[in-house]
């Protein structure tokens, strides 16, 4: 089992800035990838952002490429999503997750709302 906490999200005004972190524990392998997923509300889980074991590959969903960055600290089993010039359209629960192979644990969820 995986277990996941997700911290930074709040209410910020359009074009501010918001870092997202996600900390896993549990039987945690060494190569795995993590990432987040968002969902506003009436929409569908959408994909935002995923990052290898090695700090790399990265990819980024075309809507946030260019102004979300994600990262990762292998050392505090963390995961980063910093969110800089946001839109209101980016307003939705956050999502990390953890997968590894066909296992997928994903967190609670924290809440980002960008205000126009």
């Known amino acids: 089992q995986v277990q996941l906490v997700e911290s930074g999200g709040g209410l910020v005004q359009a074009g501010g800035s918001l870092r997202l972190s996600c900390t896993a524990s549990?039987?945690?392998?060494?190569?795995?990838?993590m990432g987040w997923y968002r969902q506003a509300p009436g929409k569908q889980r959408e994909f935002v952002a995923r990052i290898g074991s090695g700090g790399g590959p990265t990819n980024y969903a075309d809507s946030v490429k260019g102004r979300f960055t994600i990262s990762r600290d292998n050392a505090k089993d963390t995961v980063y999503l910093q969110m800089n010039s946001l839109k209101p359209e980016d307003t939705a629960v956050y999502y990390c997750?953890?997968?590894?192979?066909?296992?997928?644990?994903w967190g609670q969820g924290t809440q980002v709302t960008v205000s126009s």
């Open positions: 997750y953890y997968n590894k192979g066909a296992l997928v644990y």
């Open positions: 549990g039987s945690i392998f060494s190569i795995n990838t």
